[in-house]
């Protein structure tokens, strides 16, 4: 790591600096101690700080001056489903209102670690009059939008095969209330102009360019002469889009794709070949989902067109963050935790530690309807006190746990 290489000259001139200071402190003191014995009492009162603050220790040999670092994380889920029983559980029924919130309360404080948070959002947000559906084509509540918000997200991927399930006007209405809440939708937009814009986010310094590209939309035609609604996958023009964030300030950027088969926990050739395509046109993140499982990552290392050390991640799917879904894995999710430096002396930036953690969608019925808590595994394990968890429960995520890291790391 960069980071160490960087630490270990600047301990080493430290201890070389804190030698001469100590070596000038003790002389000082000595010079000090004799010209008290010489009869000069009145300087015994005066403190050895204050000595060696009077006799500050020569200039050092001048060295360059250290390169200038700045960091964020970079955080990321796969799908926010809303499956029909995911409803009545959460509705409150004397107020009227829906409160997702719980979903998300177990994971607050790992996605809460996180400058940029993002997920892919595989339902519209169109309003009450569209009515509210689950599969196959899904209108979920504005409250779900306020607990993703809640929750910590700011950037939402909207490209999916779920995009136009309400139509163009549930895609724009769904648009609409993400601004509300000043979350960043990525992938769908309301107008050429919108979707011509960049989307460059910035974190302590360091400009993030997003995208997001879905391979379909479930067979519903975008409307004739309204391209920019959904953002397809098309290979040249996402590299164009890359090279137009570059040209335009961003350090680095994260492309959302919506690809893959669904159930699958390998990705195609089709969907390696792309992202490995995307990453050597220079995107630095690639953010899969659809499939509903997870599925390997990939850390590309290699050069930018400068010649600098350069990291880059592929996350083929990251699975189901919430949904009804269950067994075969679909109830697991994953969150990527993404450290990115840029070294602003030099203009480099590069991704750092790669975590991965994954999450149970733990379901279940205290009554006539489901519950739905979103936990991470590894730690819900080594806790070992969920008072909503069975030794069952424990003994299938112990399982489950060591299965999907092997699936994981199965591409590293
Ligand atoms: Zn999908």
Not at 26 to 41: C, F, I, M, P
């Amino acid at each position: 790591m960069r980071r160490k290489t960087v630490l270990i000259p600047a301990v080493i001139l430290l201890s070389i600096l804190s030698v001469i200071v100590l070596v000038l402190l003790a002389q000082t003191l000595w010079d000090k101690s004799g010209a008290n014995r010489a009869g000069q009492q009145d300087l015994i009162s005066a403190p050895p700080t204050v000595a060696a603050a009077t006799s500050p220790p020569p200039t050092p040999e001048p060295t360059p001056a250290p390169p200038a670092y700045t960091e964020a994380v970079w955080v990321g889920v796969g799908d926010i489903m809303s499956h029909s029983p995911q409803l009545p559980g959460a509705y409150d029924a004397a107020l009227g209102v829906y409160d997702f919130n719980p979903f998300f309360a177990e994971v607050k404080d790992i996605l809460g670690q996180g400058d940029w948070i993002m997920a892919n959002l595989e339902t519209p947000i169109a309003g009450a009059d569209f009515g509210y559906s689950g599969y196959p084509a899904f209108n979920a509540p504005y409250e779900l939008a306020e607990a993703l918000k809640n929750a910590g997200f700011n950037l939402l991927s909207t490209a999916n095969n779920h995009s136009l399930d309400k139509g163009e006007r549930g895609l724009l209405r769904t648009l609409e209330h993400l601004k509300e809440l000043d979350l960043q939708a990525i992938g769908t937009a309301d107008s050429q102009e919108e979707a011509d814009s960049l989307i460059i986010s910035e974190k302590n310094g360091i400009q993030m360019g997003l995208l997001a590209y879905t391979y379909g939309t479930n067979g519903i035609p975008i409307p004739q002469g309204k391209p920019y609604l959904v953002n397809l996958i098309d290979e040249d023009r996402i590299k164009a889009d890359i090279a137009r964030l570059k040209a335009n300030g961003a350090d680095l950027v994260t492309v959302a794709l919506h690809f893959g088969n669904e159930y699958q926990t390998a990705p195609t050739e089709n969907q390696k070949s792309l992202a490995r395509s995307l990453v050597a046109a220079g995107a630095d993140i690639i953010a899969g989902s659809h499939p509903h499982v997870i599925q390997p990552y990939e850390v590309i290392e290699g050069f930018d067109d400068q010649g600098n050390e350069k990291r880059s991640l592929i996350i083929y799917s990251m699975g189901n963050f919430i949904s009804n879904q269950r067994g075969d894995s679909k109830d697991y999710g994953v969150i990527f935790k993404v450290g990115v430096r840029k070294n602003v002396t030099e203009r480099v930036t590069t991704l750092t530690d790669i975590e991965a953690i994954p999450t149970w969608v733990h379901r279940y019925k205290p009554d006539r309807s489901f519950r739905y808590r979103i936990l991470p595994v590894e730690e819900t394990l080594a806790m070992n006190n969920d008072e909503l968890l069975n030794a069952g429960d424990y003994d299938q995520m112990k399982k489950d746990f060591d299965m999907l890291v092997q699936r994981l790391e199965s591409m590293r």
